[in-house]
């Protein structure tokens, strides 16, 4: 990526601004190819959902993410170039994209700050393959035209556009101009509020009634034969409301019932969004450090201090629970090995709380070596035992035959990756894709030898009405 040494504040005026996109469209002339544009400006606080709230239209892909406690927020909308792939060279395909697009691109304003310069937003399923009618294929990333962030008190406004050879730079210049102006002092009032509907007329289980703990029973049967150690199942229950569904009211609402975990949004452009509040993080990576974390074994809130923790020191002594926490750290450390990482974390794991669910907890870290990026990461760490099993190739096989659905985007990876080739992925968890009136939602259990089905199925049902709480109004 070029770094053009204009400053847009201090020459933030038409002239300078279509002087600088002639000039990348004349990079585009001796390039042969397409030259993308990122402008990036400091910007007085913005909150990037209600920025997204005015800019929505259910026509166009978008990707909302915030961690409340971490004090970040992002949002992005439009598309300025966007890549889809499917198999399994599908992130290294996704990393040569990214790769090609930087090589070619023209960047001004201050790039080094938290979410400037161009961000590839990206969304994954849990499978390699999608099928031809599903509402996201396998892996799309794109790069927004519009982006707005805020890292603790400080946002910054990012313009993205494609310049051909022949682009009307003029047009262009306007359009980015007069965008420049509004995010400087955004105004909030033409949006409209974004309620919630009212609780479902029909909540069916895709598969039939009992279905679930058949498949834990089955999945205990492949434990005991040997297959696999450990396996996650999954449920999916469709919810039917009388309104329709705004991904972005439900948004508000996860975000602030959940803010120890991811909430976001991916659009397809089609009218469809999957949504939700993840408590697992894949990856990240930052100031050359790469960040990961073990998160398995799951106990209830209790209503009490005292109760709370009663339940928060039985599961730290649980043999089951401390079990399936092992296979997914020692997953995690025999995925990244041979890449030069040494690995770096707690020999016992911690209590994560989150509202109505309390969880086993180890983080990782290492020091990143030369050449690797945070891609290569997200295909070795995907899918990790917490959301498939161990082994995976067992585990793997076995869960379409399993679960009477494809999962899609559930269990996938989400995030983004910057110029700099750091990023942040988290888990597709607490989730569901939202479709006008119809909400496709998951929650998932991880089985290994001594599950009880009808426990597990009570695991799920504790994770599905948080979500339910967060969809529609009760």
């Not at 494609?162 to 047009?171: C, D, K």
């Not at 199942?233 to 972005?248: G, I, K, S, V, Y």
């Amino acid at each position: 990526m070029q770094h053009h040494p204009l400053n847009p504040a201090a020459h933030a005026t038409p002239v300078a601004l279509q002087a600088f996109l002639e000039a990348g469209q004349e990079a585009a002339r001796r390039a042969g190819r397409p030259q993308l544009v990122s402008i990036s400006v400091a910007v007085e606080s913005l909150d990037p959902l209600a920025v997204l709230e005015s800019i929505f239209e259910p026509g166009e892909l978008h990707f909302y993410a915030e961690r409340p406690a971490q004090g970040y927020a992002v949002a992005g909308a439009e598309t300025a170039v966007e890549f889809s792939a499917g198999g399994p060279g599908r992130f290294a395909a996704a990393r040569a994209f990214i790769a090609e697009v930087l090589a070619n691109t023209l960047a001004v304003g201050p790039v080094d700050e938290p979410f400037a310069g161009p961000h590839f937003f990206l969304g994954a399923g849990f499978a390699h393959d999608a099928a031809p009618d599903a509402p996201f294929p396998a892996l799309r990333l794109f790069v927004p035209r519009w982006q707005v962030s805020r890292q603790g008190d400080g946002s910054v406004a990012v313009a993205n556009f494609l310049l051909t050879a022949t682009a009307p730079v003029a047009l262009i210049t306007g359009k980015v101009w007069k965008a420049h102006e509004k995010f400087r002092s955004f105004d909030y009032t033409a949006a409209r509020r974004l309620d919630r509907p009212s609780a479902p007329r029909r909540r069916e289980e895709i598969g039939g009634a009992g279905s679930y703990p058949r498949a834990v029973a089955q999945g205990l049967a492949g434990i005991a034969a040997g297959e696999y150690q450990k396996i996650v199942l999954a449920r999916a229950q469709r919810l039917t409301t009388a309104e329709p569904f705004h991904p972005l009211g439900v948004l508000n609402h996860l975000r602030q019932r959940f803010p120890g975990c991811y909430a976001f949004s991916f659009a397809n452009g089609r009218g469809q969004s999957f949504i939700g509040a993840s408590p697992e993080r894949l990856v990240r990576v930052a100031a050359g450090r790469m960040h990961t974390e073990a998160l398995a074994g799951s106990a209830p809130r209790g209503p009490s201090a005292s109760e709370d923790a009663v339940l928060a020191r039985t599961l730290l002594h649980d043999d089951k629970e401390r079990r399936e926490h092992r296979f997914v750290l020692g997953s995690i450390c025999a995925r990244l090995e041979g890449l030069g990482l040494t690995l770096e974390h707690a020999p016992q794991p911690r209590l994560l709380g989150l509202a109505n669910v309390q969880h086993l907890h180890t983080p990782v870290s290492a020091n990143l070596p030369p050449g690797v990026h945070i891609l290569d990461l997200v295909e070795r760490l995907h899918p990790t035992p917490a959301v498939g099993g161990t082994p995976p190739e067992a585990a793997l096989a076995a869960i379409p035959r399993l679960e009477p659905f494809a999962r899609g985007l559930y269990a996938g990876p989400l995030g983004w990756v910057d110029h700099r080739g750091g990023g942040e992925f988290f888990v597709g968890l607490r989730s569901a894709l939202i479709d006008g009136c119809t909400a496709t939602a998951y929650a998932g259990a991880g089985i290994v030898a001594g599950s009880v089905p009808e426990n597990e199925f009570a695991e799920t049902e504790l994770k599905f009405q948080a979500l339910l709480d967060g969809l529609t109004e009760s």
